[in-house]
């Protein structure tokens, strides 16, 4: 027996439906494009709570959504240098230097010293190291609003250069992977709302995700079996 909740219409007048029945991911993706549009996209936070409403009680630990992360690795700077130098293959979403100048992919999410850049000709004041505490997301809005951005790396020397400036402190640059798609076409990763430590393939296997009651979420493997919340095809 299938049960689906009653439409609670987003802004964009898409409603929403939640799905009782466990499936996978990909059983689930299906179910949702025969029977409505598709898994469901979260555009902001307003969408994220009618998500809440209308799984009430019902949702007892987590349920799908539609968003997947690609297999592709799609590392980017953040002020859209193209990445002509690097030294690894990384399984997470965010990258920092380490003390000996190695670089290492981590989740976004931990608190870590950050190097912004100035658009200068003076060297001596082209690199800042920010010492306080922060996400890889704010750092990059720090850099962007105090100086230009979060770093680039373009050869060895300049790596060498950024380790002598941060003096042994690991710090955050400002290269990043994006994979994270929502199942309909179309839709544009805009908004997340990650629990804690997440997004963190653990395993390296992690390539689904799921909302908590709580409305938070987390990548799990796409072979659990959960219910999942679907857009409808018509207005409420």
């Not at 980017?76 to 920092?96: G, P, T």
């Amino acid at each position: 027996m299938i049960w689906e909740g009653l439409c609670v219409p987003a802004s964009s007048q898409i409603r929403k439906v939640y799905v009782e029945t466990v499936k996978s991911w990909s059983e689930a993706q299906s179910y949702c494009r025969e029977k409505h549009t598709d898994l469901a996209t979260v555009h902001s936070q307003e969408e994220a709570e009618q998500l809440l409403n209308i799984t009430g009680g019902s949702l007892n630990a987590t349920a799908w959504i539609g968003l997947y992360r690609d297999d592709t690795q799609n590392w980017q700077w953040s002020n859209s240098d193209d990445v002509i130098y690097s030294n690894w293959k990384a399984e997470l979403f965010c990258a920092s230097v380490n003390s000996q100048g190695e670089w290492e992919d981590r989740v976004c999410n931990e608190g870590k010293a950050f190097m912004c850049y100035n658009e200068t000709s003076n060297i001596t004041e082209r690199y800042i190291l920010i010492e306080e505490l922060k996400t890889w997301t704010e750092a990059q809005q720090y850099c962007k609003e105090h100086h230009t951005d979060l770093v680039s790396i373009k050869n060895t020397s300049e790596n060498e250069d950024l380790v002598k400036k941060a003096q042994g402190k690991p710090f955050w640059i400002g290269l990043f992977n994006n994979p994270w798609k929502w199942s309909r076409q179309g839709d544009n990763y805009t908004f997340h709302n990650w629990n804690g430590g997440e997004p963190n393939n653990w395993g390296g296997n992690e390539k689904c995700v799921e909302m908590s009651k709580s409305g938070q979420w987390n990548d799990i493997p796409c072979t659990f079996q959960l219910p999942f919340c679907c857009d409808g095809k018509d207005p409420c």
